[in-house]
């Protein structure tokens, strides 16, 4: 199956009107990570490394001129919904994904053993 791709716009109103900027959200497997896209600069980054069909989620950052808009929670739910649309687990090494994982139960089923 093709990764998901989604093109959104960011609504929360705690956020500046400049980030309410286009976002869209990829896999970009060559590089081995998941990344949301602010115009054309890259703002967050979830890396992984995909093992025998899981895929472990070892960081992820958002870069500091990104941060406060709550891009690592879309980011994971994006990543997380990728891993279930290819019937793949997760296994979250990062202690972001790993607490997301946690506070969002309906992803439970995709960690792996």
């Known amino acids: 199956r093709p990764p998901l791709r989604y093109d959104g ?3 929360s109103s705690r956020i500046d009107s ?3 900027d286009d976002l869209s959200f ?3 497997s060559a590089a081995r990570r998941y990344e949301v896209q602010r115009g054309a600069a890259v703002a967050a980054h979830a890396d992984y490394e995909l093992k025998d069909g899981v895929v472990v989620l070892t960081h992820t950052e958002v870069l500091p001129a990104h941060e406060g808009m709550g891009l690592a929670s879309k980011l994971a739910k994006f990543a997380l919904d990728d891993a279930r649309q290819r019937g793949l687990k997760v ?3 990062c202690e972001f994904m790993a607490t997301y ?3 969002h139960p ?3 089923a995709l960690l792996g053993a």
């Open 9 to 11: 716009r960011i609504t």
């Open 18 to 20: 400049h980030a309410m």
């Open 26 to 28: 990829s896999n970009n």
């Open 91 to 93: 296994t979250p090494q």
């Open 101 to 103: 994982i946690s506070r």
């Open 106 to 108: 309906e992803y439970s």
